[in-house]
């Protein structure tokens, strides 16, 4: 259960040295790895990119680890949640929006160091806004639902809130004293997402802000799992619920596409339906011999 331990991370030495040398040959450099709360689990982080090459390194490394580890005689999982009484697996996804040519990162300001931009203001502004309608973009699997319920170890919000270094946060703001580390950090993905999926979908929630200068209000700096009825609008607590509330979003589908949106939904809801016939073990436990 300990994190960020270093006797975890040498005794699997083989499978890390695995991980870091063959995915940076593949492209995708590790900024670092280590062991994060709950038996085998480890954090890793992908060195940024553009947005689409973001996301492609994403998938050829949840790819290539799952290659590595089945060498190694492991498995490797993605889940969100794959045991009630373990800590969840997030994705969370750090952004910052830059000039056309790169050179400015348009979250900082020189005359406010510290402090977020206006233009990022704006940016979680719509993200905030559109979360809830864009959770089931961000967590598109009946088991995505179970890492953010209330009262898990996972670290996943559960309403549509953010702060300064906030971690209880589903945006946390992450300023700078210089231009070149101020962004944000997208806390309500989890390790299961389709990247992306949720990287142009957090992204068009961020531009929906400026678009329409949306204000977010006060940054939360507070925990936002007791923050008070009403401060923020909650979040989905299942895929069904999710589905329905962007169903009934114009300004998603005006985002994204009407088209692209209906088609998701349809994917959601054959996946709703799968898991209805479904019989787990939980009901097995619970219903076999007392019924």
Avoid at 103 to 130: C, R, T, W
Wanted: net charge negative; charged share 20%.
């Amino acid at each position: 259960m300990f994190g960020y331990s270093v006797l975890r991370a040498s005794e699997a030495g083989d499978l890390v040295h695995h991980i870091v040398d063959q995915m940076r040959d593949y492209g995708v450099e590790i900024e670092g790895i280590h062991t994060e709360t709950g038996p085998g689990t480890y954090e890793t982080a992908i060195r940024y990119d553009t947005a689409l090459r973001a996301a492609d390194k994403a998938v050829l490394f949840k790819t290539g680890v799952k290659e590595i580890a089945s060498r190694l005689d492991l498995t490797a999982t993605f889940m969100a949640k794959w045991n009630d009484k373990l800590p969840g697996c997030s994705g969370h996804l750090h952004q910052s929006l830059w000039d056309k040519k790169a050179k400015q990162n348009l979250f900082y300001d020189p005359s406010h160091p510290g402090e977020p931009s206006q233009l990022m203001k704006h940016y979680i502004a719509g993200q905030v806004a559109l979360m809830p309608a864009m959770t089931v973009l961000i967590c598109p699997t009946i088991n995505s639902y179970k890492r953010i319920a209330p009262g898990t170890l996972a670290w996943a919000p559960c309403n549509a809130s953010w702060g300064i270094e906030n971690r209880t946060a589903a945006i946390r703001a992450i300023p700078s004293q210089s231009g070149k580390s101020a962004r944000i950090e997208y806390r309500l993905a989890g390790a299961d997402i389709n990247p992306y999926i949720a990287m142009a979908a957090s992204l068009a929630a961020g531009l929906y802000g400026i678009e329409q200068q949306l204000d977010p209000g006060e940054p939360y700096n507070q925990n936002a799992y007791t923050a008070p009825e009403g401060r923020f609008e909650p979040l989905p607590v299942s895929l069904a619920q999710a589905a329905e509330v962007l169903a009934g979003s114009a300004q998603v589908k005006d985002c994204l596409g009407e088209g692209f949106v209906e088609h998701y939904l349809l994917t959601r809801e054959w996946e709703i339906r799968e898991f209805q016939k479904a019989v787990t073990d939980w009901e097995l436990r619970r219903y076999f011999e007392i019924i």
